[in-house]
Antibody, heavy 118, light 113 residues
């Protein structure tokens, strides 16, 4: 069974940093692109970032470019989102997802809540 | 940047009746390899999103066959042939053809009348 388990969320002050993790199991992690998506509670889904299977390519939404960094450790089957210079508008539930566009993929984790507030 | 526009944003439906959600993109979603990377997701209340459809019309394993996707180019549709109570939630389309940004539609809330 495919499992994606996010962790690392919490309360952080504006300007602070946080690192989210997404532990993957049930599939060959190193073969798939992975994505981060966020959702302000009660609002819609917003794509944040993606990374290719061997971590040689990443891309980001304009709203987080230069502040967030996506990485992965294929030996540990884990995806990361390093967030810095956090702002109140970064407050959201953050989900990791296995490639949303190809067959036998598309799963999401349960999400982790990040709250940026003083 | 590509914009994904869903309609309607709210869809009250009678149990057992059909439902249809439209998703339109501001640019063609046909990729250079001929594929169209348009997926549909369901988010039930209090749950994570779940993919229903990928590449316009391919249903994921375990998804009831009352769900179907269709369309091409810039116009896409998700149909539920007979709405059941468990179908209540918000439905999103998402494009994966035009990068660097993946783009979601605003979401369509399906509720029972």
């Amino acid at each position: 069974e495919v499992q994606l388990v996010e962790s690392g969320g919490g309360l952080v002050q504006p300007g602070g940093s946080l690192r989210l993790s997404c532990a993957a199991s049930g599939f060959t992690f190193s073969s798939y692109w992975m994505h981060w998506v966020r959702q302000v509670p009660g609002k819609g889904l917003v794509w944040v970032s993606r990374i290719n299977s061997d971590a040689t390519y990443t891309s980001y939404a304009d709203s987080v470019k230069g502040r967030f960094t996506t990485s992965r450790d294929n030996a540990k089957n884990t995806l990361y989102l390093q967030m810095s210079s956090l702002r109140a508008e970064d407050t959201a539930v953050y989900y990791c997802a296995r490639d949303p566009f190809i067959p036998v993929a598309g799963e999401w984790g349960q999400g982790t809540l990040v709250t940026v507030s003083s | 940047d590509v914009v994904m526009t869903q309609s309607p944003l709210s869809l009250p439906v009678t149990l057992g009746q059909p439902a249809s959600i439209s998703c339109r993109s501001s640019q063609s979603l046909v990729y250079s390899n001929g594929d169209t990377y348009l997926s549909w997701f369901q988010q039930r209340p209090g749950q994570s999103p779940r993919r229903l459809i990928y590449k316009v019309s391919n249903r994921d394993s375990g998804v009831p066959d009352r769900f179907s996707g269709s369309g091409s180019g810039t116009d896409f549709t998700l149909k539920i042939s007979r709405v059941e109570a468990e179908d209540v939630g918000v439905y999103y389309c998402m494009q994966g053809t035009l990068w660097p940004g993946g783009t979601f539609g605003q979401g369509t809330k399906v509720e029972i009348k």
